[in-house]
């Protein structure tokens, strides 16, 4: 099946500094990238779709400055965390569509969690 | 009333029962449902999509009521392995975006 990947894993960062995720796609070019967030025990929150080639379409209450999105290839979109708080600690998640006629709606990654100190 | 509920559990039930958890969606023009599972500090996987007719895989019986707005997931002798967060996925239009439930915790106990 396709594999999405992403990278890092884990990382812990100071209050203040921006966090880079990256998230491939490795065996399809995925047009769209969604990136999710979860809080522990909540549902994942869609915080942007991101599509390659043109500006991520953000969904209500998501700082677009804060996080920012790229997706400048078929197989990768990198999500930065910029000027991290506590309060940004959580699971980012991200999913690639894979192209039409697969029975999968989207294909995600392991996520990255995220722990600001 | 959030677009997707669930009742969160925890469901603790013994090895080999049967057990069933519902949830429910608000909006009506919803197109396409699904069960995801995720396991603990993981992502979530595709456990199978929900059709108007109902649908079995395996130990795993999955049906959708339109006229109530719900679909519901039913799992047969249950293994410890089940044990995991069960959650409910609607896609509503055709932008591709799902809106998910916030998940059932499910635990068997041996």
């Known amino acids: 099946g396709a594999v999405v990947s992403q990278h890092p894993s884990r990382v812990i960062c100071k209050s203040g500094t921006s966090v880079k995720i990256e998230c491939r796609s490795l065996d399809f070019q995925a047009t769209t990238m969604f990136w999710y967030r979860q809080f522990p025990k909540q549902s994942l929150m869609l915080m942007a779709t991101s599509n390659e080639g043109s500006k991520a379409t953000y969904e209500q209450g998501v700082e677009k400055d804060k996080f920012l999105i790229n997706h400048a290839s078929l197989t990768l979109s990198t999500l930065t965390v910029t000027s991290a708080h506590p309060e940004d600690s959580s699971f980012y998640i991200c999913?690639?569509?894979?192209?039409?006629?697969?029975?999968?709606?989207?294909?995600f990654g392991p996520g990255t969690r995220l722990t600001v100190t | 009333r959030k677009e997707v509920e669930q009742d969160p559990g925890p469901f603790n039930v013994p090895e080999g029962a049967t057990v069933a958890f519902n949830c429910t969606y608000s909006?009506?023009?919803?197109?396409?449902f699904f069960w995801y599972r995720q396991d603990c500090r993981k992502e979530p996987k595709l456990l199978m999509s929900?059709?108007?007719?109902?649908n079995e895989d395996g130990r795993f019986t999955a049906q959708l009521n339109r006229a109530s707005q719900y679909i519901s997931l039913l799992i047969r002798d249950s293994k410890l392995s089940d044990s995991a967060t069960y959650l409910c996925v609607v896609k509503v239009g055709s932008n591709y975006q799902l809106i998910w439930g916030a998940g059932t915790k499910l635990i068997i106990k041996p």
């Open positions: 909006n009506s023009a919803s197109q396409s």
């Open positions: 929900v059709y108007s007719s109902g």
């Open positions: 999913s690639a569509r894979p192209p039409t006629g697969g029975k999968y709606e989207q294909y």
